[in-house]
């Protein structure tokens, strides 16, 4: 089993910055790629951005490219997301997710808890 543990949210006002972390403990050698999604009040669940551990090769969805960037700390086994120019429409529980698969699928094996991330205009 992998566990997942994300810090970092918070309240911010539009144009500030964040940064999220998620720690990964467990069976960690079996994960492959990790990454971020988020949940808005009354929304589905979106992919946000990722990260594959051979190569750190990252992807993100379109609304976050250029403001956000996801990295990685393999000695501390957890991986960030810096969050620049923040919206309010970024406004989300923001869930940490790992995968046993090379990249990271619609629907990863493990999650962590969310952490809230609230952005005032």
């Known amino acids: 089993q992998v566990q997942l543990v994300e810090s970092g949210g918070g309240l911010v006002q539009a144009g500030g910055s964040l940064r999220l972390s998620c720690a990964a403990s467990g069976s960690i050698f079996s994960i492959n790629a990790m990454g971020w999604f988020r949940q808005a009040p009354g929304k589905e669940r979106e992919f946000v951005a990722r990260?594959?551990?051979?190569?750190?090769?990252?992807h993100y969805t379109d609304s976050v490219k250029g403001r956000f960037t996801i990295s990685r700390d393999n000695a501390k086994n957890t991986v960030y997301l810096q969050m620049n120019s923040l919206k309010p429409e970024d406004t989300a529980i923001y869930y940490c997710a790992a995968s046993r698969q090379p990249i990271l699928p619609a629907r990863p094996e493990y999650w962590g808890q969310g952490t809230q991330v609230t952005v005032s205009s």
């Open positions: 990260i594959r551990r051979g190569d750190s090769s990252t």
